[in-house]
């Protein structure tokens, strides 16, 4: 299984922007794709997932900004992000999870800076 990511880049403050994850091989079709991002000197953190089935979860950091959508024939998942702020800056990385495996994306680098 392979997770491809892609519409990262720099932003002003209050700008928006759309991430896209496609996987590819051979996925269950119940799972839970998201996204997670590392700032520089920080852990790992959640942003939102969204399972096959349609149940959300988002950071509090991120609800009612950003908002997480997938297309389940293409296993393809979305993360559309308003209101960004500098803090929001960081790598953003895609996630696949069916018990027990996980797979993770190669990364995209989110800027917000004026």
């Known amino acids: 299984v392979q997770l491809q990511a892609s519409g990262g880049g720099l932003v002003q403050p209050g700008g928006s922007l759309r991430l896209s994850c496609t996987a590819s091989g051979s996925i269950f079709s119940v799972n839970v794709m998201g996204w997670y991002r590392q700032a520089p000197g920080k852990q790992r953190e959640l942003v939102a997932t969204?399972?096959?089935?349609?149940?959300?979860n988002y950071a509090d950091s991120v609800k009612g900004r950003f908002i997480i959508s997938r297309e389940n024939n293409k296993n393809t998942v979305y993360l559309q992000m308003n209101s960004l702020k500098p803090e929001d800056t960081a790598v953003y990385y895609c996630?696949?999870?069916?018990?027990?495996?996980?797979?993770w994306g190669q990364g995209t680098q989110v800027t917000v800076s004026s």
């Open positions: 996630n696949l999870r069916y018990v027990p495996n996980e797979y």
């Open positions: 969204r399972t096959s089935g349609g149940i959300t």
